[in-house]
């Protein structure tokens, strides 16, 4: 249902392409979590050192828990949502071993240019 007075926070950036691309891996790392979405798709998260990489939705899966990977590799594929429209959310963050929490970065300084 749509809830007025709801927003949810994208705490990263949201990427729009075609559907049926694919996900691929920002920076060499190990997937660490597949969390089941809705309509059969998939949160993603990946830990390259202190870093860790987040990618919703993703959907067709190529990848498991504990694997490492290479940065380009394929993790899947993006869908489109209720609207048709083919994105991706990429969310970077850093875990600080002197802070309490873990600190948001801005993804752009990762993607390729």
């Known amino acids: ?3 007025e007075n709801i927003f949810v926070d994208n705490l990263g950036i949201t990427i729009r392409t075609a559907e049926n691309e ?3 891996s920002i920076f060499e ?5 597949i ?5 059969n798709t998939f949160l993603l998260i990946l830990q390259h050192g202190d870093y860790f990489s987040i990618y919703t939705p ?5 990848v498991q828990v504990e694997q490492d990977v290479k940065a380009g590799e394929i993790l899947g594929k993006v869908c489109s ?10 969310q970077i963050w850093y875990k600080n071993p002197k802070a309490n929490a873990p600190e948001k ?3 752009e300084e990762w993607l390729l240019k």
């Not at 969390?35 to 309509?39: C, H, T, V």
């Not at 949502?81 to 990429?90: H, V």
């Open 22 to 24: 694919s996900v691929i």
């Open 58 to 62: 993703v959907r067709n899966v190529q």
């Open 81 to 90: 949502n209720e609207d048709r429209i083919a994105e991706i959310q990429l």
């Open 29 to 33: 790392g190990k997937i660490v979590t």
């Open 105 to 107: 970065i801005n993804p």
């Open 35 to 39: 969390l089941p979405q809705e309509s």
């Open 1 to 3: 249902p749509i809830l």
